[in-house]
Nanobody
Framework: QVQLVESGGGLVQPGGSLRLSCAASGRTFSPYAMAWFRQAPGKEREFVAGVSWIGTHTLYADSVKGRFTISRDNGKDTLYLQMNSLKPEDTAVYYC?????????????????????WGQGTQVTVSS
């Protein structure tokens, strides 16, 4: 099992930027893909972005394409989410997730069921 801790959330004005980080510890030698999900009040948790273990394959929700960038530094066991041009509808708790599903070395997945380790979440609020 991998332990995950998110940081970097906060309050930002529409059009602003934030960078989220997720530090991994524990069984980090296993090839696992990582992803960001988010959950707004009264809504289901939804996929935001994912990246394969080796970092060459990324996947994005249509709602964030062109605005968000996911990346990872395996040497530092850290996942990032650069969020630009933020909108009020991006307001949510953002969760970091890790999964060692079949193919995780090379492919990112968008299904919540493929991820078995989760962080506690970090709040992102976009408001003027």
């Amino acid at each position: 099992q991998v332990q995950l801790v998110e940081s970097g959330g906060g309050l930002v004005q529409p059009g602003g930027s934030l960078r989220l980080s997720c530090a991994a510890s524990g069984r980090t030698f296993s090839p696992y893909a990582m992803a960001w999900f988010r959950q707004a009040p009264g809504k289901e948790r939804e996929f935001v972005a994912g990246v394969s273990w080796i970092g060459t394959h990324t996947l994005y929700a249509d709602s964030v394409k062109g605005r968000f960038t996911i990346s990872r530094d395996n040497g530092k066991d850290t996942l990032y989410l650069q969020m630009n041009s933020l909108k009020p509808e991006d307001t949510a708790v953002y969760y970091c997730a890790a999964g060692d599903y079949s193919g995780s070395t090379y492919y990112a997945h968008g299904s919540i069921y493929d991820y078995t380790s989760w962080g506690q979440g970090t709040q992102v609020t976009v408001s003027s």
